[in-house]
């Protein structure tokens, strides 16, 4: 089974730059995702790390350690519509494996 | 491509009444599946399919069935409402399992009285 940890709840400013973590436990893995989220709508994908290091998409990059079992997401330029939750999530090596952390709800203030 | 579609988008029933969650998707991915999002907790897998004719049971497909006749929908039945089963339902797809994006739908919210 999986076990995926993130923060519950998170502030930042407009302009700033914020980081997210996620931490699991696996018994498998093939590959992590970020996704976004915001009220009321679907999640829609951000990341997908699957090897140790950094991916950089604009203004969002992810970061992943397999040994440590920790990923962050980490958002630049903050805008007020990245006022969201971010959810991650880690698929072991079934197909019914997809396991999903309950999400960081990011406040972006001005 | 209108991607991955729900209907309905809200739906309220009464214990023990059942129903069809339907889901479509027009960019012939093979993989589908249904999550549940529950408040202060992740998605949960309900059910899945790798392709036409194939489905198979997620974390939690207790009280759920599907069934997977084309390529294009995969409904979720109710066989018999319960109150643990309000919660906002989500439809996905993918080209393949494993390491594709999934697409999700934008969601059904279902309340059991």
């Known amino acids: 089974g999986q076990n995926i940890d993130q923060p519950t709840e998170m502030t930042a400013t407009e302009g700033a730059i914020v980081q997210i973590n996620c931490t699991y436990q696996t018994s498998g893995f093939n590959g992590l995702f970020w996704y976004q989220q915001h009220a009321g709508e679907a999640p829609t994908f951000l990341s997908y790390n699957v090897l140790d290091g950094l991916e950089e998409k604009g203004r969002f990059s992810s970061f992943l350690s397999r040994s440590k079992g920790y990923s962050y997401l980490l958002l630049k330029e903050l805008q007020m519509k990245d006022s969201a939750s971010y959810l991650c999530?880690?698929?072991?090596?079934?197909?019914?494996?997809?396991?999903f952390g309950a999400g960081t709800r990011l406040t972006v203030k001005p | 491509n209108a991607g991955v579609t729900q209907t309905p988008k809200f739906q309220v029933l009464k214990t023990g009444q059942s129903m069809t969650l339907q889901c479509a998707q027009d960019m012939n991915h093979e993989y589908m599946s249904w999550y549940r999002q529950d408040p202060g907790m992740g998605l949960r897998l309900i059910h899945y399919?790798?392709?036409?004719?194939?489905?198979d049971q997620g974390e939690v497909p207790n009280g759920y069935n599907v069934s997977r006749s084309t390529t294009e929908d995969f409904p979720l039945r109710l066989l018999s409402a319960a109150p643990s089963q309000t919660s906002v339902y989500f439809c996905?797809?993918?080209?393949?399992?494993?390491?594709?994006?999934?697409?999700f739908g934008p969601g059904t919210r279902l309340t059991v009285l």
């Open positions: 999530a880690v698929r072991g090596w079934d197909n019914n494996d997809m396991r």
């Open positions: 996905a797809s993918s080209l393949g399992q494993g390491t594709d994006t999934q697409y």
């Open positions: 399919s790798v392709g036409a004719g194939i489905t």
